[in-house]
């Protein structure tokens, strides 16, 4: 038996789902404790020992419990026979940073930015569209400590929710049907096809414009999508030089992106980027959000910090 203190309930981890509300705690959970139970001084079981934060893989004083609020309707399904079943919208999400949050002039910590839209589910039949932002989910508020994975995985199958959502600034409700979720690993592979912009690799040596963004972009032909090999014309401006040491290089950004939007507004010249970067620097923002195509992987948005004047 050990002993600790509990510094934090409803800790987000950032691994999304169902279960990512944890009790943390610095009492040492580690490999053969994970599944016990986490008592309070009455005796009284407050949660289940779940997971450890480790850089070594040993106890550093960080660890996390499943709270038994959670756990125990789990545990009178299992008991009674029953399957677990969770809602599932059918989207995946960006991360968020205050770099996100302020190209989007957003409050820091209200709302999700919409990534992915899967075909044929319920987000997609409410007509969520991809750079939406969600910041409410059946009435609740969309924060780091109640995400909307958190949300709607908690709700019945086949319920029909409200969506608050904001798009090109302008806010909107919409209501959208409750799936299944799917397993663990189907989930995993779809965010496989959806992962992030890889490390930079490339070696040209092209001097990029000195321009906001620290790169140099030109319009989409059809003869530069048939060398990046794009199946079809994508509507985008691509990067032909990039400086490294700019926050788009530090990002991954690299030669041969493609930028779709600009803060949500599509692109096809460098006059639009260069519009759309300067009414970002009337308005006193300090960084855009780029939609953001690599080859034939879907789009992701990665926010730029503008360079200093």
């Known amino acids: 038996m050990t002993a600790g203190i509990v510094s934090a309930l ?22 053969g404790n994970s599944g016990g139970p986490m008592f309070d001084v009455s005796g ?12 070594t893989g040993g106890n550093v004083g960080i660890g996390f419990a499943i709270p038994a609020e959670q756990a125990k309707p789990i545990v009178d399904s ?18 968020m940073s205050p770099d996100v949050y302020e190209s989007l002039g957003l409050p820091k910590d209200r709302g999700e930015l919409v990534a992915r839209v899967e075909p044929g589910q319920g987000a997609a039949k409410a007509g969520i569209l ?29 319920s ?18 409750l799936a299944e979720r799917p397993s663990d690993e189907a989930l995993a592979a779809q965010a496989q096809q959806g992962q992030g912009l890889a490390d930079p690799d490339d070696k040209a040596t092209g001097e990029a414009t000195k321009d906001s963004l620290g790169i140099a972009v030109i319009p989409m032909t ?3 999508a048939q060398q990046l090999g794009l199946p079809a014309p994508v509507k985008g401006v691509v990067v032909n030089a990039i400086d490294p ?10 030669r041969g992106d493609i930028i779709l939007s600009v803060n949500q507004q599509p692109v096809v010249t460098a006059a639009d980027v260069s519009r759309i970067v300067g009414a970002a620097r009337t308005a006193n923002r300090q960084s855009v959000l780029l939609q953001v195509q690599r080859g034939n992987r879907p789009a992701q948005f990665v926010p730029v910090r503008l360079n200093s004047k």
């Open 78 to 95: 299992l008991r009674s026979g029953a399957k677990i079943r969770r809602g599932y919208l059918g989207i995946q999400l960006n991360p």
């Open 160 to 177: 029909r929710i409200p969506i608050e959502l904001i798009r090109n600034g302008q806010r909107q409700t919409v209501t959208a049907t």
């Open 130 to 158: 991809q750079g939406d932002v969600i910041v409410k989910v059946n009435n609740k508020d969309v924060t780091p400590d109640q995400t909307l994975s958190f949300i709607v995985a908690n709700l019945p199958v086949g």
């Open 222 to 224: 059809p003869q530069i």
């Open 44 to 55: 009284n079981v407050i949660g289940i020992n779940s997971q450890i934060f480790t850089p």
């Open 245 to 254: 040491s700019s926050d788009a290089g530090q990002k991954g950004m690299q």
């Open 10 to 31: 409803h800790r987000v981890t950032g691994q999304g789902g169902a279960y990512d509300r944890f009790i943390q705690t610095d009492a040492a959970i580690n490999s």
